[in-house]
């Protein structure tokens, strides 16, 4: 199945709400399930977890003793960096040390403030 560009530009403006209303369908489903509801070829499950120390400061005193530094060290982002040094401090120290990368492409309504970006026809059109 093919959608010409009018069909996806109508699917995009209702992209979000439909997104939406899939998550509250989604959550709805998982608290009727939770309560004993069974929804053909679905079951709950216990979703993925992350490990984690249940008391890091235990871990710290036992890595230590052991003889390692438990501990790693990060230059604070630039938020908490400006906030410690103060704006006008933090351009004068580190405005050479700041670059800002181009952001993933996006599409988005052309309401849109942004400023839109060529794609790959335009950079080969040759000037007429």
Known sequence: MQFGTAEI???LTKADELAA?????????LQ????GVQFDSF?????RSVRKYKDEKAVAETVEKAGFNSFEQSV??????????GKSK?????????VKPKGKPTLVPISDKRAAI??????FKEDM
């Open 9 to 11: 530009s109508v699917i």
């Open 21 to 29: 209303w899939v998550n509250d369908v989604k959550e709805y489903a």
């Open 32 to 35: 009727q399930a939770l309560s």
């Open 118 to 123: 060529n794609n790959a026809a335009d950079d």
């Open 90 to 98: 933090f351009e004068e120290l580190l405005s050479g040390f700041i």
């Open 76 to 85: 604070l982002g630039i938020t908490t960096m400006t906030k410690l040094l």
């Open 43 to 47: 079951k709950v499950v216990e979703g």
